[in-house]
């Protein structure tokens, strides 16, 4: 098993898979969740360890060496550095991160980092207390603040991003702010282009906050000058012509990188989605728990992937937002 990389019918080689491990989470940031949270899936519903284990040695095999686990929020799961160590050892996993919003990794980020977890990135939309109130519905600024900063003492956790959702309306007034953070730290700030995949699907094109404007708004005060991009990077990185510090953009609204995606996602449940919009899944749960063997699962993958979507039709007429949001997918 596994000699054969696995691919798509549109020829790209799948290497990174997202691993959402909860649906829950323990904030209601307004693109995300309703302010009431969302049914939760039963306990019994989410896979468990050796399940997720299992998924994640079969799709290695096939050379998806890139894990990033995410949710809902990863750190409310119980255990789940235990859940990190147990992928960390897996063969062909090389790369192993996760996606955060840090409310708990003052309790956390050493266990991960035990854990074999190497890159992390904390979602932070404001920083500003009342603001980052307003967007995540949690008065937590300085408890994420102090997460990051004992994060920031694992050499090996290094380098960590910060990721802001960018909405017209909100981010404008945050864009200096964070060109300043990544001037002074070490921090690489990378601004996300809101998506439909919200839960009060209030999304509207007009809310989206372009990675250019934002762009210029920095270059306004300070240049910036492009880096190369990495194969398959999802984001456009720069760094501030002085030298100090970097910057990063994911554009997938106003400039899709569908043509070299190599990413597929499992959500909490089992179910494999080939992308962020998939209108169909495929449930690899069912076959687990009905004794599938990796030979098997390989096979239902590989079915699935190949059916990848060629590209997603955000702001394109006939869009249809998928029933999942984006914290029941895994961003
Ligand atoms: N709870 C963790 C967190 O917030 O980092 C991980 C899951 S969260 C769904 C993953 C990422 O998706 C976060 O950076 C979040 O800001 C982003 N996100 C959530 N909803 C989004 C949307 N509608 N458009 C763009 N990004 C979104
Ligand atoms: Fe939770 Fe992350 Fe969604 Fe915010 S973006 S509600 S932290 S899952």
Request: a negative charge; charged letters at 25%; one cysteine or more.
């Amino acid at each position: 098993m596994g000699i054969e990389p696995l691919r798509d019918g549109h020829g790209r080689q799948i290497g990174d898979v997202r691993v959402s491990v909860t649906d829950r989470c323990n904030f209601r940031c307004q693109y995300c969740m309703p302010a009431e949270g969302l049914p939760w899936l039963e306990r019994a519903e989410i896979l468990r360890f050796e399940e997720v284990a299992q998924i994640v040695r079969v799709l290695a095999a096939m050379g998806v060496h890139d894990v990033r686990l995410t949710g809902g929020e990863p750190l409310v799961r119980r255990d789940f550095p235990q859940l990190a160590a147990m992928l960390a050892g897996i063969e062909g996993v090389q790369d192993l991160s996760v996606t955060t919003n840090g409310f708990l990794l003052q309790r956390d980020a050493q266990a991960l980092v035990a854990a074999g977890i190497t890159r992390f990135n904390v979602s932070i939309d404001s920083l500003q207390r009342d603001r980052f109130y307003e967007l995540t519905r949690r008065d937590a600024l300085d408890r994420v603040l102090r997460g990051l900063e004992v994060l920031s003492g694992y050499p090996e956790a290094h380098p960590i991003k910060i990721n802001a959702v960018a909405i017209r309306g909100f981010t404008e007034q945050e864009v200096l702010p964070f060109a300043e953070l990544a001037r002074r730290t070490p921090y690489e700030v990378r601004f996300i282009e809101f998506m439909p995949l919200d839960a009060d699907r209030a999304w509207t094109p007009e809310q989206v906050l372009t990675g250019a404007e934002i762009r210029a708004a920095i270059e306004a005060v300070h240049p910036l000058e492009p880096l190369p991009r990495d194969l398959h990077a999802t984001a456009r990185v720069y760094r501030f012509a002085d030298g100090q510090g970097r910057i990063g953009f994911i554009n997938p609204v106003s400039e899709p990188f569908c043509g070299d995606c190599n990413r597929i996602r499992l959500t909490a449940d089992g179910r494999l989605r080939t992308c962020l919009f998939s209108l169909n899944e495929t449930d690899l749960r069912g076959p687990i728990r009905e004794g599938a063997g990796d030979a098997e699962l390989e096979q239902i993958i590989r079915d699935a992937v190949w059916r990848k979507e060629l590209k997603h039709h955000v702001g394109e007429p006939g869009f249809v937002q998928p029933a999942r949001t984006m914290s029941a997918i895994g961003g």
